[in-house]
């Protein structure tokens, strides 16, 4: 699977549009009828402005109440216009609500159902800008540029033909208009995609540096990467203001373009029509309702010009959004039959490169409610094993199983009831107490999750009053189920490592993976956090990634990797007594005081 995201061709992109079109069709009917309507009206004003100069050069019959009659019915026509076309953007605005909103949906519903798997692999920067600044600028363009693009080119098509059945000699000159624009249009949308995806392509990257730096600012402090980080993130900016600036020079040449393509037909209009009417070819009444109509023609021309920018760069993110479809995702699995708890892995290669395999022919038996401890130097293997071992993942080749069933062919639910992997990364969503437990076991009474918050120790009172300060933030676990996190009470890092051991007493695995589940805590949140997992793994199969030599040597068996093979197997006497990898590691750094808590990760470093 490839670590890009993609973006979708613009014929995909054109029968997303079409869909999305279809699917508030009679919003889209009713929005090009009363488009029309307040187009037709529009006309109507400047034919009857033609007919009073007529009426007053014949000067014939009752002039005056003649010219007020017209008069009257321009004003009225203005004022239908007016309201038609008020009624039309509101039909267009509600349209591009109800769109936009469709296409975050199906944006979010799309990311949600990508693996685990698959979604691991995936420039989180880069996703997160699709579904933030795309979405928001697809979102805002289907909201106004759509609505009042399909104004201005009804109207725009109106008052041409109007032109032309006025008299088809002005007419061409409200022709060479449109040629005119048309062509400098033609010359910006040849070059345009290319320049906006590379924009947005531009903006994702930084977001994606930002992110990755931010998420890892702590490896970032340790390490003393700061400089090399601002350099990724200058050179980001630097790449991102190009790329804009190759947009923005795109519209230099188009604006002076179509300015100079919209003032010519009003000045040709004047010209011509003055040389027919010198020769009595055409009524002084005609040239000015031509030169009106085509002086109104700027207005449509001109909001079509402001927004086609616009509609470039919303057409590059809604290739962005839709190219999240193209990613191709697995039939959803199926409950499958898990015949026991055993766990095998047998013969396992992975690589995330496909370059470089990272486990090589791996074999491994877990028996049911064994404690089995990896261990190994920085970069063995382990974390990625225990990501198999969880269905995180599946092997290139080889095969992890529970109960004889690959452990990544089991659907979620199925697969949190046998395995469950533990790391410092839990979730914490915005939401109630009870529904971010829920998660773990969506049919569970509150009298279960009472029961797990305290199987955790999770200091939370039963019974209580209701959140005294309802909208303050407080620390601590609230004081009941409704109590909402991250709005009436934020949790501290053992709470909320305490909250994801509740689901997993929850969801009620047989087996539990722990990779640095306290490993990078602080002493005092590591011991809280310890005591919590000690009642949690009571009764079940337990592989823990060990990073003190203590954790493995507590073990029933140790697993050895390096370099990605697995090198010993057995248990610490067994291992200490054969004097190979574990052997030395214990003999070197421990002696003979096997109560030396050191963590493992350090013998790397040593
Ligand atoms: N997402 C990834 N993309 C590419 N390579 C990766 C990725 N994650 C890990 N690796 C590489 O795979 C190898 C095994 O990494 P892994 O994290 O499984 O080792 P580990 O034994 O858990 O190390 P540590 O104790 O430092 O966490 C390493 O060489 C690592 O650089």
Request: net charge negative; proline share 5%.
């Amino acid at each position: 699977m490839s670590s890009q995201l993609l973006v979708a061709p613009p014929a995909e992109v054109r029968s997303a549009a079409a869909r999305d079109l279809r699917a508030d069709r009679t919003a889209v009917i009713g929005l090009a009828l009363v488009n029309g309507l307040a187009a037709a009206a529009g006309l109507v004003g400047p034919w009857l402005l033609g007919r009073i100069i007529d009426t007053i050069q014949a000067g014939s019959g009752n002039v005056l109440s003649t010219v007020d009659r017209l008069a009257f019915g321009a004003v009225l026509f203005t004022v239908v216009q007016t309201v038609l076309s008020w009624w039309a953007l509101k039909i267009g605005y509600r349209f591009g609500e109800r769109t936009a909103a469709r296409v975050r949906e199906r944006f979010l519903r799309r990311t949600l159902a990508l693996p685990p798997r698959v979604a691991d692999h995936l420039p989180s920067g880069d996703l997160i800008a699709r579904g933030s600044t795309d979405a928001s600028r697809v979102a805002m363009t289907l909201r106004s540029a759509v609505p009042e693009v399909l104004v201005a080119i009804v109207h725009a098509l109106f008052l041409i033909v109007a032109v032309l059945v006025l008299d088809p000699r002005l007419g061409l000159c409200g022709l060479a208009s449109l040629i005119g624009v048309g062509a400098a249009v033609r010359w910006y949308l040849r070059r345009a995609r290319p320049v906006y995806l590379a924009a947005a392509g531009a903006e994702a990257g930084l977001a994606e540096v930002v992110t990755s730096t931010a998420k890892g600012a702590r490896t970032v402090e340790l390490l003393g990467l700061e400089d090399r980080r601002t350099e990724a993130t200058e050179t980001a900016i630097g790449q991102a203001r190009t790329a804009r600036l190759g947009a923005l020079w795109l519209r230099t040449i188009l604006f002076p373009w179509s300015e100079i393509a919209l003032t010519l037909p009003v000045a040709g209009v004047l010209l011509i029509g003055g040389a027919l009417y010198t020769n009595d070819l055409v009524s002084l009444g005609v040239v000015v309702t031509a030169a009106v109509y085509l002086r109104q023609l700027v207005g449509p021309l001109d909001t079509l010009m402001l927004w086609i920018e616009q509609l470039q760069g919303a057409a590059a993110s809604y290739a962005r959004v839709e190219g999240l479809a193209d990613i191709p995702q697995a039939d959803p699995p199926r409950a499958r039959d898990v015949d026991g708890d055993r766990i095998r892995v047998q013969d396992v290669r992975y690589s995330y490169t496909g370059v470089r395999d990272v486990l090589r022919g791996i074999d491994l038996s877990v028996q049911p409610g064994e404690r089995l401890a990896i261990v190994g130097t920085s970069g063995a293997g382990k974390s990625t094993l225990a990501r198999l071992l969880a269905g995180l993942d599946r092997p290139h080749t080889g095969s992890v199983t529970i109960g004889g069933t690959p452990v990544a062919d089991l659907p979620p639910d199925q697969l949190r009831e046998h395995v469950v992997l533990i790391t410092q990364d839990h979730h914490v969503f915005h939401d109630s107490l009870r529904d971010n437990l829920l998660i773990a076991k969506p049919t569970a009474t509150d009298a279960e999750l009472h029961a797990a918050l305290q199987a955790v120790g999770a200091t939370w009172p039963t019974e209580g009053p209701p959140a005294a300060q309802e909208h303050e933030l407080s620390a601590g676990w609230g004081s009941g189920l409704d109590v909402v996190l991250g709005r009436d009470t934020i949790l501290g890092d053992a709470e909320a490592q305490q909250l994801s051991l509740a689901r997993v007493v929850l969801a009620d695995p047989h087996t539990l993976i722990l990779d640095e589940a306290t490993a990078l805590l602080d002493p005092k949140t590591a011991r809280q956090t310890e005591q919590s997992l000690a009642a949690v793994l009571e009764g079940r199969t337990v592989i823990a990634i060990a990073h003190r030599l203590q954790t493995a040597h507590d073990a029933d068996r140790i697993a050895v990797m390096e370099a990605g093979e697995l090198v010993e197997l057995g248990t610490h006497d067994e291992l200490v007594s054969a004097d190979g990898v574990y052997g030395k590691l214990w003999r070197t750094w421990h002696g003979d005081d096997p109560d030396d808590t050191t963590p493992l990760t350090k013998t790397s470093t040593r």
